[in-house]
């Protein structure tokens, strides 16, 4: 059997991460399409199980396990193949954070599943969880950072060895990402244990509500970056090589991630815009900084047009469009990956909007937000992650993608594109008319309103209509990794998928934009600014800490 060019420790590990990742994807997606049948009242669940325990596992499934799992695999796979075998001791530390983030999610999982836990993905207090979950949780992000420390650690073996050198473009984008990833945690991290444990096993009586919630958000908003970061590098590394070019500039990607790093994080309150206890300056400040985040992304769309372009005309397109025709439209890794790209153009001008102070107050809490993030963490990202999956478990596994299973995949991805084109704009169009989001079925209206919810567009049964498709897509997406991994028949040398990485031009890259102590620096100047006075204020000014809460 010929692998890769990956050794076989790396090999299982990113399988491993696979496999969790689709096994959470499978679940999730399920209680996915049970969510969308009782919201429109053609469901109703057997008293053991709870609409709101179905949601929590969908949210932290999808949103957190299938994700995380999946960007480590990615990275760890990657991370081998660009700066070469891990040694003994990477390899080691990256089994043990693997092992350390599995048992988390299984602690987290019982939890939810044993009815202990239905406080959804984001935890508010007061709602309470069993102790258990929150430690479960803290597992979780113990071991990303183990993962990540370990990957970190053979980035540096991988510079001391060549000095004066740039890292590959893959490298220093996986540690700009674990960078963000590591900062961003320290919120969540800090909720969890100084906070949630000590009140859910009952060591302290009171929980102050606002300053867990904007720890919370501290983390939540770089949440969102590191799901779309990895989808970037597939854009800016994979997707030219794929393409047959290289990546358009070494140095706009370099300085696209340096931006994320520095404005995904001193941005939480954009999340609370409706909250009290936080003054209107610090919301402003930090919707100011949100918006500076169009920046990178602008650069990031510039630059993929601008390869598509070039590209195409290289190929002989003519005309001002013609360079379009000439892409490789047949291969399901390209064709994938530009779905996942158009989609996230109203994506993103969504999430101007909900960002926006004014407009936030329209879409607050309606189904219009769970419209929005389907089209952003759960089809960009999610889309890309299946592109990437078409070649990357035939990569680790020896196996070849067939005709016969590309033509599935390309069903596959249009499947889950008209559905998620249904179910999200539904959710949009139901929104804004006022449809609440994480609530089950009600009647509970005046008869004019629910009229407005009869359209064609404005209807839960539309939605419902979606998602069953995007439901079927999910299956088919399971059959086709399963086929690719232990079925599908064994390359040999010359059919052996590889890992494609676009060749990058470092010859005008500044040396300062690989000096991470610079960008960690400015970094944690712009969350002082951004934090400590309303994080102080929370703690100065504290009400009285609110009791525990079970409202299932
Ligand atoms: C079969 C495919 C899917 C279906 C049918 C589906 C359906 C839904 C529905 C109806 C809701 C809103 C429920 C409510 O607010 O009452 C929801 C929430 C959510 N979905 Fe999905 N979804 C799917 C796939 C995904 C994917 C792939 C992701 C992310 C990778 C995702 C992430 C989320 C998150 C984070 C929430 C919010 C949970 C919360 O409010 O606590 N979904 N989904
Ligand atoms: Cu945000």
Known sequence: MIVGQIAKGERKLALANLGFAYAAFLIGTLCGLLQVFIRNDALTLPGWLDYYQVLTAHGLLLAIVFTTFFIFAFFQAGMSRTLGSFGRKVLLWNWIGFIVTSLGTLLVVTMVIGGQASVLYTFYAPLQAHGLFYVGLALFVIGTWIQGFALIGHYRVWRKQHKGEFSPLFAFMTVATLIMWIIACLGVVAAVLFQFIPWAFGWVEGINVELSRSLFWYFGHPLVYFWLLPAYMAWYVIVPKILGTK?????????????????????????????????????FLQTVLTFMVIIPSLMTAFSMFATFELRGRELGGKGLFGWFRKLPWKDVRFTSIFIAMAFFIPGGAGGIINASFQMNEVIHNTLWVVGHFHITVGTPVAMTFFGLTFWLIPYLSGRRLTKA???????????????????STAQHVLGLMGAPRRTAYTGYAHDDALAWFDGVLSNHVTMAVGGAILFLSASLLIYIVIQLWWIAPKADVHQAETFPIASSDVSATPGFLENWKLWVGIAFVLIAIAYTIPLADLIQHAPPGSGRFQTW
Do not use: C, N, Y
């Open 405 to 423: 299973l590309q033509k599935l995949a390309f069903i596959q991805i249009i499947s889950w594109s008209v559905g998620m084109l249904l179910m």
């Open 247 to 283: 990546v358009f500039s070494d140095s706009l990607a370099r300085l696209s991630f340096v931006l994320f790093i520095l404005f995904s994080i001193p941005v939480g309150f954009h999340h609370q815009l409706t909250e009290p206890g936080i003054a209107s300056f610090w919301k």
